[in-house]
């Protein structure tokens, strides 16, 4: 049995005690967090606020908002023990010195009230011997199929790419939305068209599903959409975009 604390209890450090509880491989003694926390009845975990009170664990579990990793991390009272962060962005040789450094990013994204499987995950480990990736391995095993040993320096490319292909993509989600309110019609007709699209991504590459009037060349299109896009925020996404696809040398 893998005994893991996880401190901080957002997003990821939820969905990660919720895939653990799971499994019967790992046991999370316990979860700190900075603030106290309403817990409901599914989570029957021993909590803590006082980092002076953490117990004796296998590996530690640091899930918190990039920019205060490597602070919490020299908070930690801990001697030569393996601590981990979830980060994609933060590189290994920012946790503390004190402790065994590692990585456990899930390459997905996480939100508190949305369900994700684990299985297909893919945990992006690193550590820095042998012994503490098997561990990490170990860990990342028990809830997911698809374990990627990755270093800091490709781990930095990932979240780049992941934050084209998620974070901007979901925000033009939003832009549909509210273009689409703006005339009383709903989001919900689109999601059929935005399910095909990521369906696609299972026996297409990016570049042949490419459709749309800028990869068309439809001018009169085009210019009818910049047109009711007058006075519009989004008139010059809508442009760059455009310009981007032109561009691009589809065969
Ligand atoms: N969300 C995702 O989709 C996703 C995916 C993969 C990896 N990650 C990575 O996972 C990590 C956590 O992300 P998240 O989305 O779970 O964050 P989050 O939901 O914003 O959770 C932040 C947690 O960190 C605590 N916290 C904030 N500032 C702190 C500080 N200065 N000291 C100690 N604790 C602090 C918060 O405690 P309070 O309750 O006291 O505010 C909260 O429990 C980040 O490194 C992120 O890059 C996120």
Known sequence: MIKVIILGFGNVGQHLYQAFSRNSKVD???????????????????????????????????????DTIQELSKKLPLKNKLVVHTSGSVALNHLSDNNKKGVFYPLQTFSKNAVVDFKSIPICIEANNKEDLKSLKQLGSAISENIQEINSKEREQLHLSAVFVNNFVNYLYQVGSDLLLDNSLSFDLLKPLIKETAKKMESL?????????????????????????????????????????????YK
Not at 38 to 64: C, G, H
Not at 231 to 237: F, H
């Open 28 to 66: 999370v003694i316990q979860v700190f967090n900075r603030s106290p926390i309403n817990f409901s009845e599914e989570f029957q975990v021993s909590f803590t606020t006082d980092i002076r009170q953490l117990k004796e664990a296998d590996i530690y579990i640091i899930a918190v908002p990039d």
């Open 205 to 249: 590459n990016p570049v042949d599903s490419q459709t749309g009037p800028a990869k068309r060349n439809d001018f009169k299109t085009i210019e009818n959409h910049l047109h009711l896009l007058e006075g519009s925020p989004y008139k010059e996404i809508y442009e760059v975009m455009t310009k981007k696809i032109q561009n691009k040398n």
